[in-house]
């Protein structure tokens, strides 16, 4: 019963000052978002102590009859959200669920199809040091040049090429809509399957702002902690039976052993929060205020690739002012601004360096901003680049801190957690 405050100063203190940094600071991460006071009493809660290996109704240990109504919670209100038949709620992660689907469809040394991480793709979608890289054959496509959108000519032509057994849609950098229509006809002409990789576009599709891919794809993989603002975890969605059964099997006993029942108990809270009528009110929120960023930065002097977003997120390029992605994120950082460094595509800086930063506005949108303070921190944010043209990297204090007063009194207007 001894508090952590007592118990355990040291970690408590970094926990306080974790709050603080999310109290005072403007989370511009677009992978990132804030959950609910409800999300985090269950993901604090006593499910943490169960092992539950196996499924709902059919466990490998005792004592499962309270857990599986949170994992049975969780199943019913996701397949409700996305409109499908099957769904697996224990990847602890989106790599995990990602990592499942592979072993389930693939054979190590198999060809798939996939985003190139430099255009907007994601490390496990075959990037060279991760497992999918080195166990698959990954072959990536990438963005036009004229648009820096999909170049869904290239998918087809690569796919026809290369024979994948499996193609994946999605990624952690598409500003724009994804065309799953023209992927579908792709997979069928060359007989993939085709994945879904929606862990950025999960919440604006349960929204109802994205058009749900379901319908037209195999598999759906997603993360559950960035726009559809659960825990952090993973699931995995699909209305082929024969793949579903496929999908457990690669979960557990596959790749994990006993599923996170207090994460899986928090995220049948959040897609509970996700079927209300105001996550719909939210995920709309979130594109407003990701056009208005866009647009202030762009009158700003900035270059947003794709020329704007539909969606939570927009790419940043850096180059007209003269300054680097590093730099940018560094000196922001000063500012209260959160948010990273990002290539764009046809990046010729280092991925250490790059030349854009990522913005997204779920963090933001959740804790109360509208268009008018996404608008003004498209101007604190050129503010500070363009400081950083001025001043040079090292010199930027007196902007970066004229910015952060400014930050403050920002989220002083939007408080978050006041109750803890
Ligand atoms: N897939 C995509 C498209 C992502 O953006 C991410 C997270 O960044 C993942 C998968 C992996 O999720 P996690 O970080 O939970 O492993």
Same mark, same amino acid.
């Not at 001025?390 to 007196?398: L, P, R, V, Y």
């Given at each position: 019963?001894?508090?952590?405050?007592?118990?355990?100063?040291?970690?408590?203190?970094?926990?306080?000052?974790?709050?603080?940094?999310?109290?005072?600071?403007?989370?511009?991460?677009?992978?990132?978002?804030?959950?609910?006071?409800?999300?985090?009493?269950?993901?604090?809660?006593?499910?943490?102590?169960?092992?539950?290996?196996?499924?709902?109704?059919?466990?490998?240990?005792?004592?499962?009859?309270?857990?599986?109504?949170?994992?049975?919670?969780?199943?019913?209100?996701?397949?409700?959200?996305?409109?499908?038949?099957?769904?697996?709620?224990?990847?602890?992660?989106?790599?995990?669920?990602?990592?499942?689907?592979?072993?389930?469809?693939?054979?190590?040394?198999?060809?798939?199809?996939?985003?190139?991480?430099?255009?907007?793709?994601?490390?496990?979608?075959?990037?060279?040091?991760?497992?999918?890289?080195?166990?698959?054959?990954?072959?990536?496509?990438?963005?036009?040049?004229?648009?820096?959108?999909?170049?869904?000519?290239?998918?087809?032509?690569?796919?026809?090429?290369?024979?994948?057994?499996?193609?994946?849609?999605?990624?952690?950098?598409?500003?724009?809509?994804?065309?799953?229509?023209?992927?579908?006809?792709?997979?069928?002409?060359?007989?993939?399957?085709?994945?879904?990789?929606?862990?950025?576009?999960?919440?604006?599709?349960?929204?109802?702002?994205?058009?749900?891919?379901?319908?037209?794809?195999?598999?759906?993989?997603?993360?559950?902690?960035?726009?559809?603002?659960?825990?952090?975890?993973?699931?995995?969605?699909?209305?082929?039976?024969?793949?579903?059964?496929?999908?457990?099997?690669?979960?557990?006993?596959?790749?994990?052993?006993?599923?996170?029942?207090?994460?899986?108990?928090?995220?049948?809270?959040?897609?509970?929060?996700?079927?209300?009528?105001? =996550? $719909?009110?939210?995920?709309?929120?979130? +594109?407003?205020?990701?056009?208005? %960023? /866009? #647009?202030?930065?762009? &009158?700003?002097?900035?270059?947003?690739?794709?020329?704007?977003?539909?969606?939570?997120?927009?790419?940043?390029?850096?180059?007209?002012?003269?300054?680097?992605?590093?730099?940018?994120?560094?000196?922001?950082?000063?500012?209260?601004?959160?948010?990273?460094?990002?290539?764009?595509?046809?990046?010729?800086?280092?991925?250490t360096v790059t030349s854009g930063i990522r913005l997204g506005t779920p963090a933001g949108t959740t804790r109360g901003f509208g268009e008018a303070e =996404? $608008?003004?921190?498209?101007?604190?944010? +050129?503010?500070?680049?363009?400081? %950083? /043209? #001025?001043?040079?990297? &090292?010199?930027?204090?007196?902007?970066?801190?004229?910015?952060?007063?400014?930050?403050?009194?920002?989220?002083?207007?939007?408080?978050?957690?006041?109750?803890?």
């Open positions: 019963t001894e508090k952590l405050e007592t118990r355990d100063p040291e970690l408590f203190g970094a926990i306080r000052k974790e709050l603080g940094r999310q109290r005072d600071e403007i989370e511009l991460i677009a992978s990132e978002n804030i959950v609910s006071a409800a999300v985090m009493e269950a993901q604090g809660s006593v499910m943490t102590n169960k092992y539950a290996e196996g499924y709902p109704g059919r466990r490998y240990y005792g004592g499962c009859q309270y857990v599986d109504i949170a994992e049975e919670l969780a199943i019913e209100r996701i397949c409700k959200l996305f409109d499908c038949g099957y769904a697996n709620v224990q990847p602890n992660s989106g790599s995990q669920a990602n990592q499942a689907v592979f072993l389930s469809l693939l054979q190590p040394g198999d060809t798939f199809l996939a985003m190139d991480l430099a255009a907007g793709g994601h490390l496990t979608h075959g990037a060279a040091p991760n497992m999918s890289g080195k166990w698959f054959n990954a072959v990536h496509y990438g963005v036009r040049e004229d648009t820096l959108d999909i170049d869904y000519d290239q998918v087809e032509e690569l796919a026809l090429k290369h024979k994948p057994k499996l193609i994946i849609a999605g990624g952690s950098a598409i500003p724009r809509i994804i065309d799953m229509k023209r992927f579908r006809a792709i997979a069928d002409k060359v007989g993939a399957y085709l994945m879904a990789d929606m862990a950025h576009f999960a919440g604006l599709i349960a929204g109802g702002v994205y058009p749900n891919p379901m319908e037209h794809v195999h598999v759906l993989t997603s993360t559950t902690h960035k726009t559809l603002r659960g825990p952090r975890g993973g699931i995995i969605l699909t209305n082929h039976e024969d793949l579903a059964r496929k999908f457990n099997s690669a979960i557990f006993p596959g790749i994990q052993g006993g599923p996170l029942m207090h994460v899986i108990a928090a995220k049948a809270v959040a897609f509970g929060e996700a079927l209300r009528p105001e =996550f $719909a009110d939210y995920q709309q929120a979130v +594109v407003r205020n990701a056009k208005a %960023l /866009a #647009a202030s930065l762009i &009158e700003g002097g900035l270059a947003i690739t794709t020329g704007g977003t539909d969606t939570h997120v927009m790419l940043v390029d850096l180059r007209p002012k003269g300054v680097k992605g590093n730099e940018a994120e560094k000196s922001l950082g000063r500012a209260h601004i959160t948010c990273n460094k990002n290539g764009i595509p046809f990046d010729t800086e280092k991925f =996404f $608008a003004e921190i498209g101007r604190l944010i +050129v503010e500070v680049v363009d400081g %950083l /043209a #001025a001043n040079g990297a &090292e010199s930027n204090g007196a902007v970066e801190d004229a910015v952060k007063a400014k930050v403050q009194a920002l989220c002083d207007r939007f408080p978050i957690y006041d109750r803890l």
